[in-house]
């Protein structure tokens, strides 16, 4: 069973900047699509970000184009988020999720993996 980790989040100014760490607990990381998630309150989770096996290809939900990257590092086991310019409305729970398939970010921004992590609060104030 893969565990994924997220730390990093916590709360900020509105456009202040905050990076996102997921650690992943298998050997194989470079198999895994990556990606992160999120979930405002009272809202349905929806994606932020997906990340190809080498870092290659990414995808990003429009509301955080030019503002949020993602980025892995596979020697590590770890993929961030690194977020700036932080407004109110990216307040949410974000998480982690790993695709063990490595299908192309495409289909797992419609169709999440297998593996999630247990989600980091992120707060930004106005």
């Known amino acids: ?7 990093g989040g916590g ?3 509105a456009g202040g900047s905050l990076r996102l760490s997921c650690a992943a607990s298998t050997p194989t ?37 030019g503002r949020f ?7 590590k086991n ?6 700036n310019s932080l407004k109110p409305e990216d307040t949410a729970v974000y998480y982690c999720n790993g695709d063990s398939r490595g299908r ?3 289909f797992t921004m419609s169709i999440p993996g297998d593996y999630w992590g ?4 992120v707060t930004v104030s106005p």
């Open 1 to 7: 069973q893969v565990q994924l980790v997220e730390s």
């Open 11 to 13: 709360l900020v100014q």
């Open 29 to 65: 990381f470079s198999m895994y699509t990556m990606g992160w998630f999120r979930q405002a309150p009272g809202k349905e989770r929806e994606f932020v970000a997906i990340i190809s096996r080498f870092g290659t290809s990414t995808v990003y939900t429009d509301s955080v184009k």
């Open 69 to 75: 990257t993602i980025s892995r590092d596979n020697a």
């Open 78 to 83: 770890t993929v961030y988020l690194q977020m």
């Open 104 to 106: 192309a970010p495409t």
């Open 118 to 121: 247990q989600g980091t609060q």
